[in-house]
């Protein structure tokens, strides 16, 4: 029996440096994209360009949605890839608060050198993204709803997804 979906969940976020994001702008026009990103439960941080245009929706709208995915090179079926999804509150982290030195220390220490580089860019702005709870995904028929502090699960049936008539 698999362990508890929620350290499964846990475990696959924190495995991953990238994560993929979804935003989108103020009249609706969506984005996909990706970022590296760290994690400081149970927010996870990215650190961006202002010349991208996940960054400027992320102002604009202050929500994103995201996706932790297994790689493909370890899947044993690309019809049901582990994941985790949720949707996120965003908010600015201001420059050299303590908020964003804590956290430009973990994406140094999970990026090392390259992001030596990075760090002092003055178009690069961090957010912080907060989950509202989340979905994981482990495999056909298994599918969890996780709650934003990745402590409790609850099992997503057919019967759950189903929408009821109004």
């Known amino acids: 029996m698999p362990g508890k979906p929620e350290n499964s969940a846990f475990k696959l976020l924190s495995s991953r440096k990238t994560l993929i994001m979804a935003t989108a702008d103020k009249n609706g026009a969506a984005h996909v994209s990706y970022a590296p990103f760290v994690h400081r439960a149970p927010r996870v941080y990215v650190y961006t360009?202002?010349?991208?245009?996940?960054?400027?929706n992320m102002m604009e709208t202050a929500k994103a949605s995201v996706m932790f995915i297994e790689d493909e090179?370890?899947?044993k079926?690309?019809?049901?890839r582990k994941r985790f999804t949720c949707q996120c509150s965003v908010e600015l982290v201001g420059r050299e608060t303590t908020e964003w030195r804590t956290v430009m220390s973990l994406f140094k220490r999970k990026f090392?050198?390259?992001f030596d580089m990075i760090r002092p860019l003055s178009d690069f702005t961090l957010f912080c993204l907060t989950p509202d709870g989340g979905l994981y995904v482990r495999g056909f028929g298994q599918a969890f709803e996780v709650s934003a502090d990745m402590k409790n699960s609850?099992?997503?049936t057919g019967?759950?997804?189903v929408r009821k008539p109004s």
Request: charged share 20%.
């Open 73 to 75: 090179a370890r899947t």
């Open 77 to 80: 079926n690309f019809f049901a």
């Open 49 to 56: 360009s202002s010349l991208s245009r996940h960054t400027r």
């Open 154 to 156: 609850k099992h997503v």
């Open 159 to 161: 019967n759950s997804l």
């Open 112 to 114: 090392g050198k390259v």
